[in-house]
């Protein structure tokens, strides 16, 4: 079955530091997610992203942050200077294989440790 | 601005018996929800969804049920399994067709064998 791959599983950095989150969504899906759950909360969206741009983005999403799809296969978040409280479970997601947008498949995730 | 609330942070059922999770939304213009399951180390994985159009939706085991008028969802599972164990969320779309999610907190769901 087709799923979504996220690379690290674990990334520790210190603050201040860049750190780029990587992710391989499922081949036929069109549109393409950030969320982040920080421990104990509920899973928040960031961004979304369809036809090589920004469709959405939440106001956890400031200027530390950007996407890009830099080739046919990836979909990376990158996060400029890194925030203790960025700190967080980040999901990528996909989604449009069968026209409902909302149906939404995860990745495993990156946990994220800004230290 | 908690716009989906699922005010049962933890719920133990035993195994053979049915689970409950329930979900409280506030904004209308919500018009498709979403049930999510989560094992830890692990991202959400898709259960069941529901349009606003209808009022129930069937899946083996699982059926969302939903009531437009309180702004009120729920998940049963029937026969619950061990392996049902896990953190559910419920998630909602629409705000004028943003295919953007909002989820609640969770329900963690223990099956007791």
Known sequence: EPEVTQTPSHQVTQMGQEVILRCVPISNHLYFYWYRQILGQKVEFLVSFYNNEISEKSEIFDDQFSVERPDGSNFTLKIRSTKLEDSAMYFCASSAEDGRREKLFFGSGTQLSVL | DQQVKQN??????????ISILNCDYTNSMFDYFLW??????????????????????????????????????????????????????????????????????????????
Not at chain 2, 8 to 17: A, H, K
Not at chain 2, 50 to 73: P, Y
């Open chain 2, 8 to 17: 049962s942070p933890s719920l133990s059922v035993q195994e053979g018996r």
């Open chain 2, 36 to 113: 999510y399951k989560k094992y830890p180390a692990e991202g959400p994985t898709f259960l069941i969804s529901i349009s606003s159009i209808k009022d129930k939706n069937e899946d083996g085991r699982f059926t969302v049920f939903l009531n437009k008028s309180a702004k009120h969802l729920s998940l049963h599972i029937v026969p619950s399994q061990p392996g049902d164990s896990a953190v559910y969320f419920c998630a909602a779309s629409g705000l004028g067709g943003n295919e953007k999610l909002t989820f609640g907190t969770g329900t963690r769901l223990t099956i007791i064998p």
